[in-house]
């Protein structure tokens, strides 16, 4: 790969797609030239990269030639029939959607738990579930150590993590009912304002969701780890930003506070927020557009054995999505 590539950003509008300009702006990523790409909706709109303004160029099937590295976040339709066209062209995908992450010939990737798997790519590369890729930035180092068996856990997710249009209907609810005024809904399918959703996805006849499932599914296809399960319930709550994982994990091997801490405190990409006596834990209002996570609570699991319970929180738009793509861009240039 060229260590000066010809980078498009397809869903460059989007929540995620403007997280996208601002990670390789922020973390300085070598790009020749940056395509912005969209839908009809978007053209004559423009973006800023690097003090530049760049105007968005409706998605179409010869949007490829000459890219080198497309980021991929415009829902899972977009991907699956525009991924491949530019895979044939030449150009190596990293995609945000599901569409692909349980392909076998696709690696799934977080590149401080399986970098070397980017290796195995024929252009398409998956960024994993948000909630999942959050998870196991602290689950990882814990399985290195003491090797997760199963896990329980919640999840306490923003609204970001439903796109932009959900950003509003958050702003627009608080608006409303601050002023007295009847509450609208387009996005979610209740009002999500002081509320919390027990519904993230679409449901299984299992009666999880999608969204709950990927935990166990991704979780074992990245860390090569086929008999890890995971139950979880995902929720969203009115928060605007980052994503807040409490997991309850059970290894093989004994693990106290100390053991985890020790690890949790080496892990790359991870940050230890764990003072309880202080009030320090982790928070989305203060993981919200960090690149690390962060992980506390860190206590012993009353009703597991070899269990611990710990909260990790970090900016979903980032380590699960934009970063974590922007990371794999790195990775492929090296
Ligand atoms: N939000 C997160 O935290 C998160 C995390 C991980 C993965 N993801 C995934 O990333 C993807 C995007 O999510 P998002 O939250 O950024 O959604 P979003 O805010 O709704 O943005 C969607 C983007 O897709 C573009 N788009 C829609 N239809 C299109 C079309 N027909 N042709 C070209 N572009 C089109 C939109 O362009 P217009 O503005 O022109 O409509 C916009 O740029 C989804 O697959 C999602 O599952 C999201």
């Not at 997280?19 to 070598?30: K, S, V």
């Not at 997991?247 to 230890?272: C, I, Y």
């Not at 860190?298 to 738009?317: P, T």
Request: net charge neutral.
């Amino acid at each position: 790969m060229n260590n000066k590539p010809n980078v498009a950003v397809v869903g460059a509008t989007g929540a995620v797609g403007v997280e996208m300009i601002r990670t390789l702006e922020r973390r300085n990523f070598h790009v020749a030239a940056l395509t912005l790409l969209a839908s009809a909706r978007s053209v004559g709109k423009k973006l800023k990269f690097r003090g530049e303004e760049i105007a968005i160029k409706e998605l179409g099937r010869d949007s490829f030639q000459g890219i080198d590295i497309a980021l991929f976040s415009a829902g899972g339709n977009i991907s699956k029939e525009f991924a491949p066209l530019a895979a044939k062209g030449g150009c190596v995908v990293i995609d945000n959607s599901s569409a692909f992450r349980m392909d076998e010939s696709v690696p799934l990737v977080i590149p401080e738990i399986n970098a070397t798997d980017i290796k195995s790519h024929t252009g398409i590369i998956a960024n994993p579930n948000c909630t999942t890729a959050i998870t196991l930035m602290a689950l990882y180092p814990l399985h290195q150590a003491f090797h997760v068996n199963r896990i329980f856990a919640s999840s306490y997710q923003a609204v970001s993590g439903t796109g932009a249009k959900a950003i509003e209907e958050l702003e627009r609810q608080v608006g409303q009912i601050v002023a007295g005024r009847p509450v609208t809904k387009e996005v979610y399918p209740h009002q999500i304002a002081f509320n919390v959703l027990p519904h993230v996805d679409s449901f299984l006849p299992s009666g999880y969701t999608k969204e709950e499932m990927k935990m166990e599914k991704e979780g074992r296809k990245i860390m090569h780890h086929p008999a890890f399960r995971a139950s979880v319930t995902c929720v969203r709550v009115p928060v605007y930003r980052a994503h807040s994982v409490a997991v309850n994990a059970e290894f093989a091997k004994p693990v106290t506070v100390e053991t985890a801490r020790a690890v949790l405190s080496k892990a790359p990409g991870l940050d230890l927020v764990d003072d309880p006596e202080k009030k320090e834990y982790p928070m989305p209002l203060y993981t919200a557009e960090k690149f690390n996570c962060q992980v506390g609570r860190i206590r012993q699991d009353c009703a597991l054995d070899n269990g611990l319970c710990f909260w990790v929180s970090g900016d979903q738009l980032l380590k699960g999505a934009a970063l974590n793509a922007v990371q794999i861009a790195e990775e492929l240039v090296k």
